[in-house]
């Protein structure tokens, strides 16, 4: 239980904490027909982070405030707490996006808003839509990502490439996470679980689709098929080694 919280943590917090650093280099390399440095890279990412971040902030906080005092006044049902609770997502991105910043931040931004300033017993319960449509969207863009695994990887790919996505799906995770784990009560086994069992590579998807879009010629090919191998890699690596990861752990941690 308290491996499978961690990583939900993790794969909740790090996709927008990610993000602005994604666009960032986005920035940085997407533009081919002029120089771009560093801070002028810099000088278009941070605003639009901090345009999602007041965003987010904002509607999350408002949208929180208007349910707590509706709820208190008896004006709605579960059926419409679950509605605000998709509208939320949807919401402060479509704000954030029609002043040029960040969707994904301000989505984030918003979500955690709203966990802090929500008060409800029902919490699971008003999720429980966002969950499934969640789930439905997830199972589409994994057909996506399949035609898109048949269309990279038709003509084979580069060695160096594989041997890179292997790395990262291995030593480049595992090593940062357990050190960061150091000073946390864990044993060795769960610090090296957590850096094992990582997030399924939805967002790497995300992500490496919007490289795609912005980078250009060779690049934005290598973006891609770099992106296919490595999620590809994490289906089959995680997929089929988790169990076994977890079975072996339980026999571990079980009590003689």
């Known amino acids: 239980m308290r491996v499978r919280n961690i990583l939900n943590v993790e794969s909740g917090y790090n996709d927008g904490i990610v993000s602005p650093i994604i666009i960032f280099a986005l ?26 971040l007041l965003t987010g902030a904002g509607f999350g906080a408002a949208l929180a405030f208007l349910t707590n005092r509706a709820d208190a006044a008896r004006l709605m049902n579960l059926q419409s707490k679950r509605l605000i609770m998709v509208a939320a ?45 969640g789930f439905l969207l997830t ?10 695994v048949v269309y990279t990887l038709w003509y084979g790919a580069d060695w160096r490439l ?54 250009q010629n060779h690049h934005a090919d290598l973006a891609l098929t770099t992106m296919v191998i490595t999620v590809l890699g994490s289906v089959l690596l995680h997929g089929l080694g988790s169990p076994l990861t977890a079975r072996r752990y339980r026999r571990k941690a079980a009590p003689s």
């Open 139 to 148: 199972v589409i863009m994994w057909f996506a990502f399949g035609a898109t």
């Open 89 to 133: 997502p949807l919401g402060s991105y479509a704000l954030s996006v029609a002043i040029d910043g960040n969707g994904f931040v301000a989505a984030f931004v918003c979500g955690f808003v709203i966990h802090r300033v929500r008060r409800t017993e029902e919490h699971a319960r008003e999720l429980e839509l966002i969950e499934d449509i």
């Open 27 to 52: 920035v940085l390399a997407g533009d081919l027909t002029q120089d771009h440095t560093p801070l002028s890279a810099l000088a278009t990412a941070g605003p639009a982070a901090l345009k999602a």
């Open 162 to 215: 594989w041997l890179f996505s292997a790395a990262v799906l291995t030593i480049v995770r595992i090593i940062p996470v357990m050190l960061s784990l150091i000073a946390y009560r864990l044993t060795p086994i769960e610090n090296f679980l957590i850096g094992w069992l990582g997030p399924r590579g939805t967002t790497s998807i995300v992500f490496g689709l919007l490289a795609f879009n912005k980078l």
